[in-house]
């Protein structure tokens, strides 16, 4: 003879763990999915800022790092490269930064926020190549003979100066551009974002 008596205790039981076991593998389904969605480690170091530390750069010397795929250059300028600067305002194209591009704060002669220290994307302004520091001045840079130091780019002749603004008469159309940053600390700056120093 068959039992009709239903167990309900065990029914509730049942239905708890094969809730229970549905929703933890829609869990695991779903997660893949998820995850897919949200950007890789790759995508957000691509756009994030970079710490870049300064500590060791000595005057006269000059540091890259990568920031948006791109390299950024802090240069550590002695107290004779800010002097060149002023001397060939009429050499250049821009020599006020109108025509470029770069943070309000940097709209000055020296294009940075402390003189001593100049941060810049190092990619020519014309097709896209990296110029090369060409710091030695005169005969030695190997550029002329009156060179002041600055950057030279060999893929098109394209001149800058000390504080990558452009000099007349060569390709490239506007100055370096200078990213936006902040001094974290004195000897730590964040390329990428262009708050309020500490």
Known sequence: MVDDRVDKGRRRFLTAVTSGVGAVGGVFAATPFVLSMTPS????????PVEIDI?????GQMIKEIWR???????NRTP????????IGDELRDPNSEGS????????????KKPEILVLVGICTHLGCSPVQK???????????DWPGGFFCPCHGSK??????????VPAPTNLVVPPYRFMNDSLILVGEGGEDV
């Open 69 to 75: 795929g791109s390299p950024v250059w802090v240069i």
């Open 135 to 145: 710091f030695a001045i005169g005969p030695a840079s190997g550029i002329s003979d």
């Open 101 to 112: 591009i770069q943070p309000n704060y940097a709209q000055n002669e020296y294009r940075s």
């Open 55 to 59: 500590s060791k750069l000595q005057p």
């Open 80 to 87: 004779e490269m800010l002097e060149s600067l002023e001397s």
């Open 41 to 48: 480690e790759r995508a957000k170091a691509a756009g994030a």
């Open 160 to 169: 800058f100066d000390l504080a990558g603004r452009v000099y007349k008469n």
